[in-house]
C-alpha cells in the first residue's frame, strides 16, 4: 500500500509540475505567444511551425488550442489557419515528451533550487513567474524519477506480476484508458509521460503502453473539446476539428502497433524510447496526412458547428470567451474588445437621438431606451469576467489594461444612462407637446451632437490604440466643447431676449440637451487620462486644473 500510494503521489507531482510550467509560461509570455501566432499563419506550413514552436514551450497542446480557439471567435484568424497550428502543436508535445524521456533528473534539483530563490523574494515579477517555471520543471523531473522507483518495487510483487501478466493486448480498452488519463490529467504530456515511464519500469508492457498513448493523443483532443463548450461557436470549431485530425490519428495508427513493436523496438535503446517515440510517430505522420486537408475539414467543421448570424442590434456578450481565462493576456484582450461591442451600442444610441430630434419618433425613442438595459448588462458581464482574472498574475503593463477597461466600460455606462435621461426629456419636452426648436436652436444642437459624434469615435480609437496624439486631441475637446456650450447657452438667451417664440417653448429643453452634451463629453475626454498619465504624469493633472 505504501508503494502504490508513493507512485499516486509521484502521478500527481507530475501533473502539478506540468501546470506550474503552462501557467508560468503563459503569464510570462502570453502576449508574445499570440502575436507570433497571429504573424504566422500566412500558409499552412508556418502555422504547423508556429504551433509546433509554442507548444514545445509552453508544454501543452490544450493552452494552444484555447489560444487559437480566441483567436477564431473573435474573427482574428481562419479556421483552416487554425487547424494547422494546431497540428504543430501536437508534434510540439511529442517532441517535449522525447526531450523529458531523456535522463534529465540530475537538472532536478538545480531547477527546483534556482526557481524557489527566483520565485520567492519576487512571486508577482516577470523574474518571479519565470522562477515558478523552473519549480514545475524540476518537479516533473524529480516525479518521473520517483515513477520510476515506486514502479520498480511495485513490479517486485508477485500480486502484481501476475496482474500485469493477465494485460492482453485490447487496444480499445487501452485507448479508452489513455483518453481517460489525458482528461483527468489535463495533459496528455503527463500521460505520455506517465506510460513512458510505467513501460521502462517494467509496470506494464509496452504493447499496453502504445494503446495508452493512441488514447492520450485522443483525449487530449476531447478536452480541448470540453474545455471550450462554453465559448461560441466559433471558438469550438478549431477544437472540434483538432479532434477530427486526432481521429484519423488513431486510425492510421491503431493498426501500426504491431508493426512498431516488431521491427522498431529491436533498434531503440529501451522501452521508454520506443513509447515517446511512436507518440512522435503518431504526430508526424497525422501532420503529414492531414497538413493538406485544413481546408476540407474547416468547411466540415463549419458545417458541423455553423457559426451564429450577428446583427447590429445583437447586444449579448461576444467576446469573453471562458476558456481564455487560463491566459492573463488573452482573457485582457477579450474585454477589450467586449467594451468596443459595449461602445458600439453607446454609438448607436446617441446617433440615435440625432433621429429622434428630428422625426420625433417615439417607437425609436422607446428602442433606444431599451439598449441602456443591454448597456448596463454587458457591463456586468465585462466587470464580472474581469474579476475573475487573478490579478496578480497580471504584470504591470497588463495591470494598467485591466484598470482602463473597467474605466472605459464605466463610462460607457453612464454615458447610456445620460442618453436614456435625453430621450425621456425629449419625449416629454418635445414630442408630446409637438414643440419644435427654433432654426439657430436647431443648428447648434446639430454642431455638438456631431461633434460629440467624433469624440466618441476618437475616444474608442484612444481606448483601442493608446495613441499619445489623440489622447492630447481628444483632451484638448473638452475645452473646445465647453466654449461652445457656453456660447450658445449665450445666444440662446439673446434669442429669449428677443421673445423667440420656439426658443422660449423648448428652452428648458434646450439648456439641458447641451449640457447633458457637455456632461457625455466630459466622460469621453476622461478616457485620454490614463494614457497620458504614463506618457506624463504632470500632463493630465494641468490640463484638469486648466479646464
Not at 215 to 231: D, H, I, Q, Y
Not at 368 to 377: E, I, P, T, W, Y
Not at 405 to 415: A, H, K, P, R, S
Request: glycine residues 6%; hydrophobic residues 50%.
Amino acid at each position: 500500500m505504501k508503494h502504490l500510494l508513493n507512485l499516486l503521489a509521484a502521478i500527481a507531482l507530475l501533473v502539478w509540475g506540468t501546470q506550474l510550467v503552462r501557467t508560468g509560461i503563459l503569464r510570462v509570455f502570453g502576449a508574445s505567444l499570440r502575436q507570433i501566432i497571429s504573424r504566422s499563419v500566412r500558409t499552412p506550413f508556418t502555422a504547423a511551425l508556429s504551433g509546433l514552436g509554442i507548444t514545445a514551450v509552453v508544454q501543452s497542446s490544450t493552452a494552444t488550442a484555447l489560444i487559437v480557439s480566441a483567436f477564431v471567435g473573435q474573427g482574428l484568424m481562419a479556421l483552416s489557419a487554425a487547424l494547422a497550428v494546431m497540428i504543430g502543436a501536437d508534434i510540439g508535445t511529442s517532441v517535449m515528451a522525447v526531450v523529458f524521456s531523456l535522463d534529465l533528473s540530475w537538472l532536478s534539483p538545480l531547477f527546483i533550487f534556482a526557481g524557489v530563490v527566483l520565485y520567492v523574494p519576487r512571486p508577482d515579477t516577470t523574474v518571479g513567474r519565470l522562477g515558478r517555471v523552473f519549480i514545475g520543471l524540476g518537479l516533473m523531473l524529480l516525479a518521473l524519477r520517483l515513477i520510476t522507483e515506486a514502479t520498480t518495487v511495485l513490479t517486485q510483487s508477485e500480486a502484481v506480476r501476475a496482474l500485469l501478466g493477465a494485460l492482453t493486448s485490447d487496444l480499445l480498452l487501452e485507448i479508452t484508458m489513455g483518453a481517460v488519463l489525458a482528461l483527468v490529467s489535463y495533459s496528455s504530456l503527463a500521460t505520455v509521460l506517465l506510460t513512458a515511464t510505467l513501460v521502462g519500469s517494467g509496470g506494464i508492457p509496452a504493447g499496453v503502453g502504445l494503446g495508452l498513448v493512441i488514447g492520450a493523443n485522443l483525449g487530449s483532443g476531447l478536452l480541448a473539446v470540453l474545455t471550450t463548450l462554453r465559448s461560441n461557436v466559433a471558438a469550438r470549431q478549431v477544437p472540434m476539428g483538432s479532434l477530427v485530425f486526432k481521429m484519423a490519428g488513431v486510425l492510421l495508427m491503431a493498426p501500426l502497433v504491431g508493426p512498431w513493436l516488431r521491427y522498431v523496438q529491436p533498434h531503440v535503446p529501451n522501452d521508454v524510447a520506443l513509447v515517446v517515440l511512436f507518440h512522435l510517430a503518431f504526430n508526424v505522420v497525422k501532420g503529414l496526412v492531414c497538413i493538406g486537408l485544413t481546408n476540407p475539414v474547416a468547411q466540415l467543421v463549419a458545417h458541423l458547428l455553423p457559426a451564429e448570424a450577428t446583427s447590429a442590434t445583437d447586444t449579448r456578450p461576444r467576446h469573453l470567451d471562458p476558456s481564455a481565462l487560463a491566459t492573463p493576456s488573452l482573457a485582457i484582450s477579450c474585454a477589450a474588445r467586449e467594451a468596443l461591442h459595449q461602445a458600439d451600442i453607446v454609438e448607436t444610441m446617441l446617433q440615435g437621438i440625432h433621429t429622434v430630434i428630428r422625426t420625433n419618433d417615439l417607437r425609436i425613442s422607446e428602442d433606444l431606451r431599451r439598449l441602456d438595459d443591454q448597456v448596463d448588462g454587458l457591463y456586468s458581464a465585462i466587470k464580472y469576467y474581469m474579476t475573475k482574472i487573478p490579478r496578480e498574475t497580471l504584470d504591470e503593463r497588463e495591470g494598467r489594461r485591466w484598470t482602463d477597461i473597467i474605466g472605459f466600460t464605466i463610462n460607457m455606462e453612464q454615458i447610456a444612462d445620460i442618453i436614456e435621461r435625453v430621450l425621456i426629456d425629449i419625449e416629454d419636452k418635445k414630442i408630446k407637446p409637438g414643440l419644435q426648436f427654433s432654426e439657430q436652436g436647431m443648428h447648434e444642437i446639430n454642431e455638438l451632437h456631431a461633434r460629440l459624434m467624433d469624440n466618441l469615435r476618437l475616444a474608442m480609437s484612444v481606448f483601442l490604440n493608446h495613441t499619445v496624439e489623440d489622447a492630447k486631441r481628444l483632451l484638448k475637446e473638452k475645452t473646445r466643447f465647453r466654449e461652445l456650450e457656453r456660447a450658445y447657452s449665450a445666444t440662446h438667451l439673446g434669442r429669449l431676449s428677443d421673445q423667440s417664440v420656439p426658443s422660449m417653448e423648448t428652452s428648458s429643453l434646450h439648456i439641458d440637451l447641451i449640457s447633458d452634451f457637455r456632461r457625455i463629453n466630459s466622460l469621453l475626454c476622461s478616457i485620454a487620462y490614463p494614457i497620458l498619465e504614463q506618457d506624463d504624469p504632470l500632463t493630465p493633472s494641468h490640463l484638469r486644473n486648466a479646464t
